[in-house]
């Protein structure tokens, strides 16, 4: 795969991350899906994935989480689900805070990388992860083969559209969770308009799985946007730099 015309800081880090992973070799293990993710992203009202994140491009240093404690902390704060980024260069990330989590708490784990290689998928599985996020800016047209292979190893995918154009792919790839990201990755930009205005082309276009709305949010009164229109919600900075990741984890979801 060619990711030289991905542009800004997301290509940096997809380049960085395909020379990560030049000679892995993939090796499936197919396992059944039980959609546990998903699962979690139905239940009524709406559902708060809380992020385990140390630093990103957009903030710099962010906090040193120990990544069990921060998941079990938002889990009694009442997330569904806790994503952890696995991108060490940028995000203070690595594979090991992915197992911690897994072990800490009994809600569902996303692995949050940049997936530039079928490998990362099985490494997911393996790692314990029940979804991973695919990318529509990173992987272009390829973005149904990797949801094909994130199922066939018995993970959902959270697959990531930032503009109409991505949209269309990602429906293009039968997506079953849509993430709608208000952050434009290349210009590291926030808009929190732009979930709602793509969750609703989504349902207008027929989309009936998940939606996601990423990125951005700090107060409670930020979701009322999304409120009955996203399934859920994936917060990452303003949670991590709590005191308090518990009771910043349910005032954020509290309207
Ligand atoms: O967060 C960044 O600065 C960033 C930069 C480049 C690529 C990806 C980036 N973030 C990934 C995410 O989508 C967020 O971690 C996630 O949606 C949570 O966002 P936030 O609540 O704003 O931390």
């Known amino acids: 795969m060619d990711f030289t015309a991905v542009p800004g800081v997301l290509g940096r880090i997809v380049r960085e991350r395909a020379e990560d992973y030049l000679d892995a070799e993939f090796q499936p293990s197919a396992r059944p899906r039980t959609k546990r993710f998903e699962r979690a992203l139905r239940l009524p009202g709406l559902s708060l994935i809380a992020e385990v ?118 429906l293009e790839a039968d997506a079953e969770i849509l993430g709608v990201n208000n952050r434009d990755l290349t210009t590291l930009k926030t808009d929190l308009a732009n979930a709602p205005r793509l969750m609703r082309l989504a349902r207008a276009r027929g989309f009936e799985g998940v939606l996601v709305a990423e990125s951005g949010y700090e107060r409670a009164e930020q979701l009322a946007d999304v409120r009955g229109l996203a399934d859920a919600v994936l917060v990452g900075s303003s949670l991590a730099a709590a005191d308090d990741l518990e009771e910043a984890a349910r005032r954020l979801m509290t309207p």
């Open 53 to 170: 994140k140390r630093a990103s491009p957009s903030k710099g240093h962010i906090a040193a989480l120990d990544p069990a404690q921060a998941a079990r902390s938002y889990e009694r704060g009442g997330a569904r689900a806790v994503s952890v980024l696995t991108e060490p260069r940028h995000f203070g990330g690595d594979d090991q805070a992915l197992r911690d989590v897994v072990k800490a708490v009994a809600i569902p784990a996303l692995r949050k990388d940049f997936v530039v290689h079928p490998a990362m998928l099985a490494e997911a599985a393996q790692l314990g992860a029940s979804a991973a996020l695919l990318m529509v800016s990173v992987l272009g047209e390829l973005t149904h083969t990797f949801v094909q292979t994130a199922h066939a190893l018995g993970l959902d995918a959270l697959v990531e559209v930032h503009d109409e154009r991505e949209l269309d792919v990602a």
